[in-house]
């Protein structure tokens, strides 16, 4: 998360790309191949950082991203309805700079969504290669 803080991320957020690219380079010259993030983070500019610093160098990363958190105002802007997924799904890869993410995750708790419909969703977007595998990243209350 200290990828292009803006808003709430601003305290977290604070370093430029060439800082970015001179950690992810250290990360994957020490076998640290895992990058973890969520379209939320920043609002989508961390994605957009992380894959700057990605470049040319997709093959040797495993990218994590995640879907649920608001991103607008409108009412398909936030959960997991097929329209939030896809329209997330989308923005992460073409933010990544990629044509896939490694682990997709939900990240949160939709109750307005049926989960039949969110599974139904996920395996949508592993059958059209955007995602490899899924999983889930809720928070215990």
């Not at 604070?14 to 983070?41: C, H, K, M």
């Not at 608001?70 to 009412?75: L, S, T």
């Not at 109750?111 to 928070?139: F, H, N, Q, S």
């Amino acid at each position: 998360m200290p990828f292009g803080g803006e808003d709430i991320w601003t305290n977290t957020g604070q370093l430029d790309q060439e800082s970015i690219n001179t950690l992810v380079n250290r990360a994957l010259d020490a076998d640290i191949n895992f990058f973890n993030t969520a379209n939320i983070y920043s609002y989508g500019p961390l994605e957009t950082l992380l894959g700057k610093a990605l470049e040319g160098k997709r093959h040797d990363a495993i990218i994590a991203t995640k879907v649920f958190g608001r991103m607008g105002d409108g009412p398909n802007q936030i959960g997991f309805s097929r329209v939030h997924i896809r329209q997330q799904i989308e923005g992460s890869l073409k933010r990544l700079g990629t044509d896939h993410i490694d682990l997709y995750q939900i990240h949160g708790f939709d109750p307005l969504t049926d989960w039949e419909d969110v599974l139904r969703t996920l395996d949508d977007v592993v059958r059209a290669g955007m995602v490899r595998y899924i999983g889930c990243c809720i928070k215990k209350r």
